[in-house]
């Protein structure tokens, strides 16, 4: 692989994560939106995923895909399985009956979802960034983190990385799309390039997938199945992205005091981002707060890693 050497600016997808506040009518729709925050500029060596040769020859394409990746229809998918509910945006949930089993609407759940972990465990949204690599020279045992496509072609040392020190590594769609929203087919366009992109970068397929924003119903969970992905949700959301905004709907100070109070229940799934060094530096805090003592999530069920790994 050439390595090129060059100044760039890095950029860093930020993503918000308010299903929980929706739910209770606490956020503000003006919090809601995707920021672009520069990094400075570095003298970096730059690696990018290489577009494999097979993928090109599947897809007839020479290179990865922007923000928004084109539909490649796969004979596996059965679009007769998908119930037929409405699109919708994120809060507004009145479209659909509640038997639609959204989460970022009524915080349901189905049978197969995953939710919770008998040990208290944190899971990192939206890498890998530069910002990762600060988290991983502070973690002392296993974790979970749910990895955007377009930031592991990106970022393929630091996806490795999280791979050679043992970490878990789930889908998180292609670039942070709000699926309720879109097509059977823009839906089905933003797992599979996602998976493409853990195929090339780390020879392997993943079982476990977070939908952006909490945004899951039983359109979307007909879909993810299809791929043989599980949901993985939360029950302690740390509304960490807040500190990015002018927003008042948290603080540090708030945050650090609810991960003591869930810490004396000793249980649950912890939803933070990897995505910025303020959220970075938050998330060690908390790992301080609560310790080492956590679980993948494969752990936390007793699952596998991956559907399938493969030789490099």
Avoid at 11 to 31: F, H, K, Q, Y
Wanted: charged residues 20%; proline residues 6%.
């Amino acid at each position: 692989m050439k390595i090129e050497i060059k100044r760039v600016s890095l950029p860093s997808i930020v993503v918000i994560s308010c299903a929980s506040r929706l739910v209770r009518g606490e956020a503000n729709l003006g919090d809601l939106k995707q920021i672009d925050f520069q990094f400075p500029k570095l003298e970096i060596a730059v690696t990018k995923t290489p577009f494999p040769e097979w993928l090109t020859a599947f897809t007839g394409l020479k290179e990865w895909p922007g923000l928004d990746p084109p539909y490649i229809p796969l004979d596996f998918i059965n679009f007769e399985d998908i119930p037929d509910y409405k699109l919708y945006d994120q809060n507004n949930c009145h479209v659909n009956p509640r038997d639609s089993c959204s989460f970022d609407c009524h915080h349901c759940v189905e049978h197969d979802d995953i939710y919770t972990c008998s040990k208290l465990s944190q899971t990192f949204d939206d890498g890998p960034s530069p910002s990762t690599t600060k988290l991983l020279d502070h973690l002392k045992h296993n974790t979970t983190f749910f990895n955007l496509g377009i930031n592991i072609v990106q970022n393929p040392d630091i996806y490795h990385r999280m791979q050679r020190e043992g970490h878990l590594i789930g889908s998180h769609t292609w670039s942070h799309a709000y699926l309720p929203s879109i097509s059977n087919e823009k839906i089905i366009a933003q797992i599979e390039w996602s998976i493409w992109a853990m195929n090339a970068t780390g020879n392997h397929t993943p079982k476990w997938f977070r939908p952006p924003y909490g945004g899951i119903d039983n359109r979307v969970r007909a879909i993810t199945r299809q791929f043989g992905l599980q949901a993985v949700l939360w029950d302690h959301d740390t509304f960490d992205w807040s500190l990015l905004l002018n927003s008042t709907l948290t603080t540090e100070e708030e945050i650090l005091k609810n991960v003591a109070t869930w810490k004396n229940s000793s249980t649950g799934l912890i939803l933070e981002h990897d995505s910025t060094e303020k959220t970075v530096d938050l998330a060690i805090k908390i790992n301080e707060l609560i310790g080492n003592n956590q679980s993948s999530v494969s752990q936390c069920v007793g699952g596998i890693d991956y559907i399938k790994e493969y030789l490099p």
